[in-house]
């Protein structure tokens, strides 16, 4: 019934769906009680005319004479009464207001008033007030329950409509001497729907359950989320600030060279963004196809910020496959390419490195090659981030795989693969699925 809304909306939902099946409801009875009245009024018309031509006997007299105890003005009063009914009931339907409901009621009550007079005026056709016929003004004043803002609001509304409903009803019967009946129909409608809304009510027990897995869920996602934010958070420190640091105390005394100087002012620049952590990717766009997906690609840009710093890279392979990846594999894959760059600057002895682009059909793969001193991964202390973080995370993020060939004295390189999409025939392209990451990461994992 609540259909796994969150349980703030539940109420809302049900209110709403109930108040429109009630509007539609009673624009229904209105209307059958619009064509009822002008057809009665043209059978009475066409009734009195012919009585009145062939008026010849006393029976006939007496007939025309009951007929005639409804009157042009009484059905033309009755026939604008129902149309407000009906124009305040589309008001409410677009705005439930305590004001619109009163309204409702008013209008409702003088429009079945003046509805039953009429109608029971012809004593030849309706001999008792229990018809069907009769009841359908009462039937759309009843429904009035069902725009009630909540369960007992809606109860409380339909109960005065049906006593107010009733009270026309008598009236109306004694006024045109017709016998008042209870009728089955009112009394069933307005039984029904205050069970309907009584239901809502007693069923919000049953919930408890519902509440329960749904703040399950958002502190799951919360929990997520947040571990999300700090893997960036380290990613995104080791890519300036750590960097920053570990540049300038491996720098010479004096002043700064220009490169180490470039590189501090791009990352107080970066630092001073507005919301940095969590606008990178949208800051992305699309990278162009063809020969331009090289020179737009944010690969490009940490290569040449390597440049910049005096590292000598050259690039092989497959440079256009670069436009197959979305904005935020390129961009979280320039940043591990441009980690694994400092890192050659820093730690290999040389300034010179070489990157190879291979393009597959489900992935892409760059290869960060160096000649210099190596090391044993096994043995990197607990401060080396570099990596840990802004590279195998980084990547592993994407549903990609990171592979260090290393030795000391025989250099360094690192695969970094990620997948993309799947390049069909007819020129579409299949997202490949990245598996979801829904572990705990290991605390130890992290320290490292």
């Known amino acids: 019934m609540t259909l796994g809304l969150p349980d703030h909306l539940v109420t809302r939902a049900l209110s709403h769906a109930l108040a429109r099946a009630a509007h539609w409801f009673a624009l229904t009875c209105l209307a059958a009680s619009l064509a009822a009245i002008i057809l009665l009024s043209l059978s009475t018309t066409t009734a009195t005319t012919t009585a009145t031509t062939a008026a010849t006997t006393a029976t006939t007299a007496a007939t025309t004479a009951a007929t005639l105890a409804t009157t042009p003005t009484e059905t033309l009063a009755t026939i604008v009464a129902l149309l407000l009914m009906?124009?305040?009931l589309i008001a409410l339907s677009l705005r439930r207001t305590v004001a619109l409901t009163i309204a409702y009621l008013v209008t409702g009550t003088v429009a079945t008033y003046l509805y039953t007079i009429t109608v029971l005026g012809i004593p030849a056709l309706f001999p008792s007030s229990n018809v069907f016929l009769v009841t359908l003004p009462k039937l759309a004043l009843v429904m009035i329950g069902g725009a009630g803002v909540s369960a007992r609001a809606g109860v409380l509304w339909s109960t005065t409509a049906f006593v107010l409903a009733e009270a026309v009803t008598v009236y109306a019967a004694t006024q045109t001497e017709v016998p008042y009946g209870a009728d089955v129909f009112t009394i069933s409608?307005?039984?029904?729907?205050?069970?309907?809304?009584?239901?809502t009510v007693f069923v919000r027990r049953e919930w408890s359950v519902q509440i329960a897995l749904h703040r399950a869920m958002q502190t799951d996602q919360t929990r997520l989320l947040r571990h999300e934010l700090d893997l960036r958070t380290l990613a995104l420190g080791q890519d300036t600030t750590l960097q920053q640091l570990v540049a300038l105390a491996r720098a010479h005394p004096g002043p700064l060279s220009a490169n180490l100087a470039g590189s501090i002012r791009d990352t107080l620049q970066t630092l001073r963004g507005t919301?940095?952590?969590?606008?990178?990717?949208?800051?992305?766009?699309?990278?162009?196809?063809?020969?331009?997906?090289?020179l737009t690609s944010a690969?490009?840009?940490?290569?040449?910020?390597s440049r910049d710093r005096g590292?000598?890279?050259?690039v092989t392979g497959d440079r256009a496959a670069l436009g197959r990846l979305s904005p935020a594999s390129d961009r979280e894959l320039s940043?591990?390419?441009q980690q694994c760059l400092v890192n050659v600057i820093l730690h290999s002895g040389i300034v010179a490195a070489e990157v190879v682009i291979e393009s597959e059909p489900s992935s892409i793969s760059l290869m960060?090659?160096?000649?210099?001193?190596?090391?044993?991964?096994?043995?990197t202390g607990a401060d080396r981030l570099g990596l840990r973080?802004?590279?195998?995370?980084?990547i592993e993020r994407l549903g990609g795989s990171v592979s260090i060939l290393t030795r000391p004295g025989a250099g360094t390189s690192v695969m970094l693969s990620v997948p993309v999409a799947i390049e069909e025939p007819g020129g579409h392209a299949e997202p490949t699925k990245q598996p979801e990451q829904t572990e705990t990461p290991d605390p130890e994992r992290v320290a490292q």
Request: glycine letters at 6%; charged letters at 25%.
């Open 189 to 199: 409608t307005y039984l029904f729907l205050v069970s309907v809304l009584l239901l």
């Open 86 to 88: 009906a124009a305040v």
């Open 389 to 394: 973080q802004a590279v195998r995370r980084r």
């Open 335 to 337: 940043l591990a390419v």
């Open 275 to 294: 919301d940095w952590l969590t606008d990178a990717d949208a800051l992305s766009v699309e990278p162009h196809g063809g020969t331009d997906a090289w």
């Open 368 to 379: 960060v090659m160096d000649a210099g001193r190596g090391f044993t991964e096994s043995e």
């Open 299 to 305: 690969v490009y840009a940490a290569i040449e910020r």
């Open 311 to 314: 590292l000598v890279v050259e």
